[in-house]
């Protein structure tokens, strides 16, 4: 890091020596898992610089900004419309955390059978060692499964300016109403934080600047459907991951700048594994900095992720919100059709996820899927089963991954992913 951030990570409250442990850890791991990588695109040094400051200068920008007024809200989901928190002027920052860090703590609160994801919030609150959540001025947590619903009844006692967003269960009219109904609560919720008045113009703004972040990524990932790949599913993970996170505009310019020379890339068949390598696409569970275990195995044992349907992949940014409204009510309508089209497995029934699991493996020109699950995560679990007995039937090969965010079963994937590769290649 380029400044001495200590003096403002002491002002946000962070336990600068549990703080420094866990940046050692990444910081090990981000050079570990993407600087050995060969043939990456230029254009990856901009995410090992926003990597590389991910605690520092984004975390200065977010209170240089607060200082000036504006509001930085967190949240766990892709429910959360960021065309909302634009609309009021304000920051949206993703906090899932994808470390094992001070479960220990979490444990106190929550069963032993909980999902790393859920657990790893709680530790790094209860850690002190989030800066993204101590810059938050509010934090929205979402009823989608049973494990983040429970867990926000009791997060609430350690973190007061949570805010709770209903989510529906079955994709039906009514429960389109209810999620419109939700996201109207919110934006009134939001207005009232932030003391600005959410406009038609400054709506269809924020609505903007989301699609085009969208529609960058889209291009990049689009571009993966080439043989030989040009990016790695890492890469492109952390492309994902940055969504999340960075200014949206600057993140734009720099993935649009990713996605030509991406497609220099393809018109000279350049690739960063042979032509031919077995073609790998995830489904399942999001995957938040720093969980890059499972992609780091596949892509180290000879394969390439092409594609991935997870909420840091396409659930996150393919949809697009449609742009054509003219009143705040109109959009926000467009904006629910937009997002009720998520396919999460909290839905029930569920049948477009698989179907457009089908899709995308036809679209990427992959060999094989990768169910990805972390335990304890009924939704996506129950689902795989599915999944799996579909893709059967096609005679799509597919391996199930279950597993946390320890580092204990690392061996033992790569034995399965190994041999999954080799059926691939028959
Ligand atoms: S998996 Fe479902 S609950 Fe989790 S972030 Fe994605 S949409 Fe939200
Ligand atoms: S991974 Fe599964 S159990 Fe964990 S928060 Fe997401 S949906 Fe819930």
């Avoid at 995410?47 to 984004?58: A, P, T, W």
């Avoid at 109403?177 to 038609?200: C, N, W």
């Avoid at 969504?243 to 960063?272: C, H, M, W």
């Avoid at 109109?330 to 937009?338: A, F, G, S």
């Amino acid at each position: 890091m380029a400044e001495d951030y200590r003096p403002m990570w002491t002002e946000q409250g962070l336990d600068l020596e549990t703080h420094d442990a866990l940046l050692e850890t990444v910081g090990e791991m981000y050079g570990k898992t993407f600087m050995s990588q060969k043939n990456r695109p230029d254009g990856m040094a901009y995410f090992d610089f926003v990597m590389s400051e991910v605690h520092g200068l984004r975390i200065k920008e977010l209170m240089d900004a607060k200082k000036q007024g504006r509001k930085v809200i967190g949240s766990f989901c892709v429910y959360v419309p960021e065309e909302l928190v634009l609309s009021v002027d304000g920051i949206s920052v993703g906090l899932c955390a994808g470390a094992e860090f001070a479960f220990d703590q979490a444990e106190k609160y929550l069963p032993r059978t909980t999902c790393s994801l859920i657990k790893a919030a709680f530790g790094f609150k209860l850690a002190r060692v989030c800066p993204y959540v101590e810059a938050s001025n509010m934090i929205v947590g979402e009823n989608t499964c049973d494990g983040k619903k429970k867990a926000y009844e009791i997060m609430k006692g350690i973190i007061p300016s949570l805010y709770i967003l209903d989510l529906p269960q079955m994709k039906s009219e009514e429960g389109k109403d209810l999620l419109r109904m939700e996201y109207v609560v919110f934006a009134k919720k939001l207005e009232q934080m932030s003391g600005k008045k959410i406009t038609a113009e400054s709506l269809r703004k924020g609505i903007e600047i989301v699609n085009a972040k969208r529609m960058a990524v889209n291009r990049v990932m689009a571009l993966r459907s080439a043989d030989p790949a040009p990016i790695s599913g890492l890469d492109a993970l952390l492309i994902n991951q940055v969504f999340f996170y960075d200014d949206p505009v600057r993140f734009t310019e720099s993935v649009n700048k990713i996605a030509d020379e991406l497609e220099e890339r393809v018109k000279k068949k350049q690739g960063v594994v042979p032509d031919g390598a077995p073609r790998v696409f995830l489904s399942g569970c999001p995957m938040a900095v720093p969980n890059w275990k499972v992609p780091g195995i596949i892509e180290t044992s000879g394969a390439i992720i092409v594609g991935e349907e997870l909420c840091t992949g396409e659930r996150g940014h393919q949809l697009l919100t449609d742009e054509s409204g003219k009143t705040v009510d109109d959009m926000i309508n467009r904006i629910t059709d937009r997002y009720f089209d998520i396919h999460c497995a909290v839905f029930t029934p569920n049948p477009r996820r698989l179907e457009r699991i089908r899709e995308m493996f036809g679209q990427y020109g992959a060999h094989g899927v990768i169910d990805y699950t972390l335990q304890y995560c009924q939704p996506y679990q129950i689902e795989g089963g599915a999944i799996a007995d579909d893709l059967k039937k096609e005679g799509t090969p597919m391996l199930r991954i279950d597993t946390d965010y320890s580092a204990g079963d690392t061996e033992q994937i790569r034995t399965r992913v190994q041999a999954f590769i080799e059926q691939m290649k028959k």
